[in-house]
């Protein structure tokens, strides 16, 4: 369950983040995170990686598949069907 929970905190995690990044920010604005360090620059990508597949309909199946690993993952950390704890926490990360 504690897998679950880190899972879903990621995932909203990165969903205010990227709130705040279309509210505050014009598409390719940058602003000091991190002075010196980290800087955030709106960009948009409406595919996978390197717009990939940036299509219409192949958005939807992007969405659909994304969503799809994401239940897949969540099944298997709540049945607890990886024996080994560092497992479960990579795959806590990755959904």
């Known amino acids: 369950m504690l897998y ?9 995690l990165d969903q205010l983040v990227k709130a705040f990044i279309r509210a505050e920010l014009a598409i390719g604005q940058t602003m000091p995170f991190l002075p010196g360090i980290l ?5 948009e990508n409406s595919g996978a990686a390197f717009s990939l597949l ?3 309909g ?5 969405a659909i ?7 897949a993952g969540s099944v298997v950390l709540w049945k607890k069907y990886l024996p080994h704890r560092f497992a479960r926490w990579a795959l ?3 959904v």
């Open 92 to 94: 806590a990360a990755i």
């Open 39 to 43: 800087r955030l620059t709106h960009y």
């Open 54 to 56: 940036s299509g219409g």
């Open 58 to 62: 192949a958005r939807w199946a992007l």
């Open 65 to 71: 598949l994304s969503l799809g690993f994401v239940i």
């Open 4 to 12: 679950l929970i880190i899972a879903a905190l990621g995932v909203g």
